[in-house]
């Protein structure tokens, strides 16, 4: 969760090149003195004089990735298809170790790349370690005009945009349709009273299961509460009231859940043995598999009892420039920036791979608003938050799900469990530090 044409691209790098070369032409025209000349035409080159139309020399925008090729790839055609008569194209390589590669090259004009493509998440990171440019040092803001708000918050770090978001993702009840009975409720107490009705933790079988002591996956009602697993400032959140309301909230939920892990709720789910799953599209081709006939429904539809809806952590997917490409690339990465950006890319990436678009005219295309997946992630964004993209939350999984496995698992007091926890993340904070 935490995760996701090469010839193509050389092809579309020879032919501009071809065309690129070989449009400059000497012009010589001498005038002769009267009686000065030998033969009538015998010309002397004086000067060099530019052809008017005269094409400008390719440029390509490297960009290194750590996710799906088949995603990658669609980017790349799309972005190549759209740039081609401006002779600007981007090619795409996987990088595993993506932060610690751009640690090494990150400043390395010759060797490292021009833009990177990750999650929102390390944004902090990447700008702490002095290599991320602002976006506003290649584009203007309308760039952003047709975005997704939150995909656009998401790649702020204190207070400037670092960061262009293409496509994103957050958890969403999906349901097996043959298991579920009557309509998906629109409150979490009514959820809760049909997992009473419908849940025999003896035989194995489960009406919800959830990875309940994942702060990933209790975020929902953290965030809904008003919780917050840290701050944007990197103050850890854990011992706040609204979060310790929220962990004791969800425990009662976590005693109608199978006690497991990732695999172990993703194995009840696709066995038949629990009705749904609380997951993300990572789920979707195992529940293909599985002959599952998947319904889904936005976590945002289910109201707490202070009348917020479910807010899920969303991660969004993007790109970021690298501060050595701004001088040397500028006006190419900012023509890859706006086709990123827009309608086709998004429209692409939704049809091909499944994946929720930033951009907001994408969702206008019939076959994209039919996809029901897709549409419940765009809903989900009313109340998802972006996850924090502070480098300070790369040490809080550890305590917050300490916490949670504190509650849910051995019983402790919540407030006590959290005291003690929210003093590990900030010990694990000034370490770091």
Known sequence: MKRILSMMVCGCLAAGMLTGCGSRNNVADTAQEAGGAEEENTVEAVENTEVPGEETEPVEVKIWHDGDEAIMGKIEATVNEALKDQQISISFEKKSGLTDQLQLYGNDAANGPDLYFYAHDTLGTFVEMGIAAPISDVAGEDVFSGLLPMTVEAGTYKDVQYFMPVYFETLLFMYNKALWEGEVPETTEELYAYMEAHTDTGAGTYAVVNQHSTAYNVAPFINGFGGAVIDKNGQPGLNLAQTIEAVEYNKKFAALQADGDYNTVTTLFNEGKAAAIIGGPWLVSGIKEAGIDLGIKSLSDFKLPNGNGLAPFSGVQ??????????????????????????????????????????????????????????????????????????????????????????NKSGEDVKTAAERCQQDALTAIADMQ
């Open 318 to 407: 993007g790109v970021g420039v690298l501060k050595h490409a701004v001088d040397e690339k500028k006006d190419a990465i900012a023509q890859v920036l706006k086709v990123m950006a827009g309608r086709e890319v998004g429209e692409a990436l939704a049809l091909g791979s499944n994946c929720a678009p930033a951009n907001m005219e994408a969702y206008a295309n019939p076959e994209v608003e039919a996809n029901e997946m897709i549409i419940a992630i765009k809903e989900t964004a009313e109340t998802a938050q972006p996850m924090p993209n502070i480098p300070e939350m790369s040490v809080m999984w550890g305590p917050a799900e300490g916490l949670l496995a504190a509650v």
